[in-house]
């Protein structure tokens, strides 16, 4: 089992639609989840950050977190073009000597369709 | 708050020349990270620096790959000898700490390509 999983996609969805990204994570011992945009040729930028179960609202984006199922999901409301973008999971999770690292997922495509 | 720099954005070299990426993260961070990303995947962490210390460098290839974070600030990435396979953008990231879950906040990149 990988430590972060996502759907490659791509995830296709009309303009003004709800897109709905999910990840599921391996060790239950994980700390904090982001969600990070990556458009082509360009560098992953956060765009959400979650701590604790439950959702979290920041404009059209809802990251929604659940420990004991081992998942965190982004919904993207009213979809626009411009979300078209490769959506990538990231999760802290213990590591060897007290220590911890960030694994990501392989993200999913998602394009808004106009 | 300046953001993480990365340089050289672009380096197009032969195979078995060296190379060398710079990255210098943003002010007070104690945790740094080196990734390579190809093309349609996520990216793949190569080493990771606390301060001035190696926490992880498991995917490391050090029969090749080498670096460095003297002071606990910059870092520098070094490829000697390159292969053709070492073509991917060369990402570089800090957060606060890693210890406390931070986020992680990445550089422009740097895109090699290995000919």
């Known amino acids: 089992q990988k430590e972060v999983e996502q759907n490659s996609g791509p995830l296709s969805v009309p303009e003004g639609a709800i897109a709905s990204l999910n990840c599921t994570y391996s060790?239950?011992?994980?700390?904090?989840f982001f969600w990070y945009r990556q458009y082509s040729g360009k560098s992953p930028e956060l765009i959400m950050s979650i701590y604790s179960n439950g959702d979290k609202e920041d404009g059209r984006f809802t990251a929604q977190l659940n420990k004991a199922s081992q998942y965190v999901s982004l919904l993207i409301r009213d979809s626009q073009p411009s979300d078209s973008a490769t959506y990538l999971c990231?999760?802290?999770?213990?590591?060897?000597?007290?220590?911890?690292?960030?694994?990501w997922g392989l993200g999913t495509s998602l394009a808004v369709n106009p | 708050e300046a953001g993480v720099a990365q340089s050289p954005r672009y380096k197009i070299i032969e195979k078995r020349q060296s190379v060398a990426f710079w990255c210098n993260p943003i002010?007070?961070?104690?945790?740094l990270y080196w990734y390579q990303q190809i093309l349609g995947q996520g990216p793949k962490l190569l080493i990771q620096?606390?301060?001035?210390?190696?926490?992880?460098d498991s995917q490391l290839p050090k029969d090749r790959f080498s670096a460095e974070r003297l002071k606990g600030v910059d870092s520098t990435l070094k490829i000697q000898p390159a292969k053709l396979e070492d073509s991917a953008v060369y990402l570089c990231?800090?957060?606060?700490?890693?210890?406390?879950?931070?986020?992680?906040?990445f550089g422009q990149g740097t895109r090699l390509t290995v000919v």
């Open positions: 002010s007070g961070h104690a945790t």
């Open positions: 990231a999760v802290n999770m213990p590591n060897a000597g007290n220590n911890r690292k960030l694994i």
């Open positions: 060790d239950r011992g994980s700390q904090s």
């Open positions: 620096f606390q301060n001035n210390g190696v926490v992880d």
């Open positions: 990231a800090s957060s606060l700490d890693i210890v406390w879950g931070t986020e992680a906040f």
